[in-house]
């Protein structure tokens, strides 16, 4: 099973609301991931968490904020979001020994958001 | 720097004919390439990866894709096309180490017309 969950499929939110993304795995994979895509680009990498810890933050704004409760959970955190905001939020997993460069990601099916 | 180049924005196939998606990389050391689809409002799903040995690697949905280093290639393709192909597709690289980052291409609109 290479499955990713995510909830909700669909987001609308104001610019001073406070909301979060949830992603969650049971695959035992200890890599987890949060990409941002706009519509038929490239998904662009936000944050890999290793062993529940933060690895990698690629100069996100502080208006996101991730969370690793667990080993199959992931949240993003949403406040005072902006309009260009809006877009379509993947996660992902890997197994993550170390980060392998062989290891597969495995994707979500997103949440799309929309920031009004 | 590692990067991946996808030189067809749109592939436009009949069903039935050949389907070619085109790729190359530029990585220093050995690359670890990767194939993924995307159909409309959904994830990445994964199709296949070349890490070492055999050139032709197999994947899901009957799509292969062959490794050429001298020509820094990772062409995806599939013999015979159905309708049901049609989707965004991405080539992503890896390079050889400890390496967190997956550098995808910018994106191939594969469109096969009944």
């Known amino acids: 099973d290479t499955e990713v969950t995510q909830t909700p499929k669909h987001l609308v939110m104001g610019m001073t609301n406070k909301k979060s993304l949830k992603c969650e795995q049971h695959?035992?994979?200890?890599?987890m991931y949060w990409y941002k895509q706009k519509a038929k680009k490239p998904p662009e990498l936000m944050f890999v968490?290793?062993?529940?810890?933060?690895?990698i933050n690629e100069s996100v704004p502080s208006r996101f904020s991730p969370e690793c409760p667990n080993s199959s959970l992931l949240n993003l955190h949403l406040h005072a979001l902006q309009p260009e905001d809006s877009a379509l939020y993947l996660c992902?997993?890997?197994?993550?020994?170390?980060?392998?460069?062989?290891?597969?990601?495995?994707f979500g099916p997103g949440t799309r958001l929309t920031v009004l | 720097a590692q990067s991946v180049a996808q030189p067809e924005d749109q592939v436009n196939v009949a069903e039935g004919n050949p389907l070619t998606v085109k790729c190359t990389y530029s990585v220093s050391g050995n690359p670890y390439l990767f194939w993924y689809v995307q159909y409309p409002n959904r994830g990445l799903q994964f199709l296949l990866k070349?890490?070492?040995?055999?050139?032709l690697v197999k994947g899901s949905y009957g799509f292969e894709a062959e490794f050429n280093k001298s020509q820094t290639s990772f062409h995806l393709k599939k013999p015979s096309a159905l309708v049901s192909d049609s989707a965004l597709y991405f080539c992503a690289v890896r390079r050889s180490s400890n390496d967190y980052k997956l550098s995808f291409g910018a994106g191939t609109t594969v469109t096969v017309r009944a």
């Open positions: 992902a997993s890997s197994q993550d020994r170390s980060l392998r460069s062989t290891d597969t990601q495995y």
């Open positions: 695959m035992g994979h200890r890599a």
């Open positions: 070349y890490i070492t040995g055999d050139n």
């Open positions: 968490y290793s062993y529940e810890k933060l690895s």
